[in-house]
């Protein structure tokens, strides 16, 4: 960077006045970049708000509710898709058991067994 | 015989003991104490404490030492032989260049570990680490806190002027002034570009302070705020993409560099080792970033920087003044952050930040945030601040490297 000679030729013993020129100028540099970034990061933040807003919701009213599925369980299914797609934008729009597979009982015990160091 | 053990006493290590050499060890023992007893920075301080007990001993192989000044001692220095292999002449008859080859290279184990710290190798090295430890997710979320890491840079500029008039050169005075930032790395790099000869001291002051960070800045923490002000619950923080990460680390580089381009070194570092974290293709650097390179570059910043530590230079009133200064500055970058966030809450009313998360704007990752957090856990144990905090604390990092560019671009001429 290139500073103007005045900045660059600060004296090894500067007077009070050249310290306080130099000091204030090194405060709005940093702020100024700073602010610069906030600037920068408020724009890019609104594009990609924008662009990840969740589709408009289906109604509830539309949702066919299902007495025989405990409510217990359907926060619990929600709140797992929602960690499995880590946060990514979806709706949960069937719950059905499925019979026998047991594929998601194989990758409990695959995960489960990894967590272990087998001797 | 008794003649011949007199001779073989004058060769041993204990006849080139001296009393500020003990003091030393005493000094390197209370480093010691704190780091393993008391658990102060630890990484830092045992390499730092186990150097400066090297240095303060008659070492040799392993240091190489010259006096540079009547009273100033620089290490980390080799000697070259070298012969001519050709000369080429100019048509006046000047010598225009030579080609020379090495012979010879002279130096101790020191001297050759220290270079990375003299070519300015090594900070930057721990940057591209604490740039694969770092998760810039908070700050992206809530960019305004920016602000609190700018605002914590007041205390570089405020011990810059006090060191001024306390008879430091301006060099000095900006190398001093670092210790404000809370950036062990960042200090080193620009005493080193600015003032070397006070390398030991600034590196053992601005450690110290950053892991006295939880002694120091609470009382100031208390002091301007008001018991309501520090109940005070944030909004939950949005979820960040990793698209948005990974444009935030090349955005960042591209505008420090431009602004101050002689922190190049330290941001690049750090943004690459940000980008390899958050591209997702590159666990293996990722895990070496954050590990192992790191944990090598430790080792050798700690003891490069504790061999400086020559009871010569060391014990000298200068390392008084930088300890008493690094302290004020530190104080007036925790006061400043907290000042700052109050300020805002005038400013925008009905999105208040907490204002203890302001003090976090001192870089000391994440010690500072975790700070924030346990104080206003203190006064209302269902609010957690830490990630809140994160964002002024990572704001402070870059903060600070931007503020060091600016001091070198200054000096460095």
């Known amino acids: 960077m290139i500073l103007s000679p005045h900045l660059s030729q600060l004296p090894a013993q500067p007077s009070l006045s050249e310290l306080l020129e130099f000091q204030a100028t090194g ?13 920068l990061l408020e724009l890019t933040g609104a594009f990609f708000r924008r662009r990840t807003a969740l589709p408009a919701s289906v109604p509830v009213e539309s949702a066919v509710p299902d007495d025989s599925i405990n409510q217990g369980v359907v926060a619990a299914i929600a709140a797992a898709v ?8 979806h709706q949960i729009t069937e719950i059905r058991a499925t019979d026998a597979n047991p594929t998601w009982a194989a990758e409990g015990r695959r995960d489960h067994f990894s967590s272990h160091r087998v001797r | 015989m008794i003649q011949n053990l007199l001779d ?14 003990l003091l ?3 000094i390197a023992g209370v480093l010691l104490y704190l780091a393993i007893a008391k658990g102060f920075e630890p990484l830092l301080l045992v390499p730092i404490a186990f150097g400066a007990l090297i240095a303060n001993l008659p070492t040799r ?37 030579q080609k020379i080859r090495v012979t010879k290279v002279e130096g101790g184990l020191f001297d050759f570990l220290s270079q990375g710290i003299k070519l300015e190798l090594i900070p930057p090295l721990i940057f ?9 997710g908070p700050l992206i979320a809530m960019p305004r806190t920016l602000l609190l890491g700018a605002a914590a840079q007041v205390g570089l500029f405020v011990t810059f002027f006090s060191s001024s008039l306390f008879g430091f050169t301006s060099k000095q005075a900006a190398a001093i002034a670092i210790i404000g930032g809370a950036d062990g790395p960042t200090a080193i790099f620009l005493s080193n570009k600015l003032a070397p000869e006070l390398l030991g001291a600034i590196a053992v002051a601005a450690y110290s302070y950053m892991s006295l960070v939880p002694l120091i800045q609470p009382p100031i923490m208390r002091l301007l705020t008001t018991s309501k002000e520090r109940k005070i619950r944030m909004k939950s923080l949005r979820k960040v993409s990793k698209m948005e990460k990974l444009v935030f680390a090349i955005m960042v580089m591209i505008i420090c560099v431009l602004l101050v381009p002689d922190a190049t070194a330290l941001i690049a570092m750090l943004m690459l080792g940000n980008f390899l974290r958050e591209c997702g293709v590159t ?15 430790t080792i050798f910043l700690g003891t490069s920087v504790g061999i400086t530590m020559r009871a010569e230079s ?33 400013a925008s009313p009905k999105n208040p930040v907490n204002p203890l998360i302001g003090s976090a704007g001192v870089s000391a990752v994440p010690m500072a945030a975790r700070v924030s957090h346990n104080e206003g856990q203190k006064y209302d144990p269902q609010n957690y601040l830490l990630m809140h905090a994160m964002g002024p604390n990572v704001a402070g990092v870059i903060g600070t490297a931007i503020a060091a560019g600016y001091f070198i671009s200054a000096f460095s001429g």
């Open chain 1, 27 to 39: 405060l709005v540099v940093v702020v100024g970049a700073l602010a610069l970034l906030w600037f």
């Open chain 1, 82 to 89: 929602h960690v499995t797609l880590q946060g990514r934008p």
């Open chain 2, 8 to 21: 073989f006493f004058q060769t041993t290590g204990f006849s080139q003991l001296t009393g500020p050499m």
């Open chain 2, 24 to 26: 030393m060890w005493a």
């Open chain 2, 61 to 97: 192989g392993m240091i190489t030492v010259e006096e540079t000044a009547p009273g100033q001692f620089q290490s980390a220095t080799f000697e070259m032989e070298t012969e001519v292999v050709s000369t080429h002449r100019g048509e006046d008859g000047q010598i225009e260049s």
């Open chain 2, 128 to 136: 591209l680490g604490v740039g694969a430890l770092t998760d810039f």
């Open chain 2, 283 to 297: 666990e293996r650097l990722v895990k070496s970033a954050q590990n192992e390179i790191i944990n090598v570059l």
């Open chain 2, 314 to 346: 060391f014990l000298a009133p200068a390392t008084m003044k930088i300890i008493f200064l690094g302290v004020i500055a530190f104080a007036i970058s925790t006061a400043s952050g907290v000042l700052m966030a109050k300020v805002m809450n005038l």
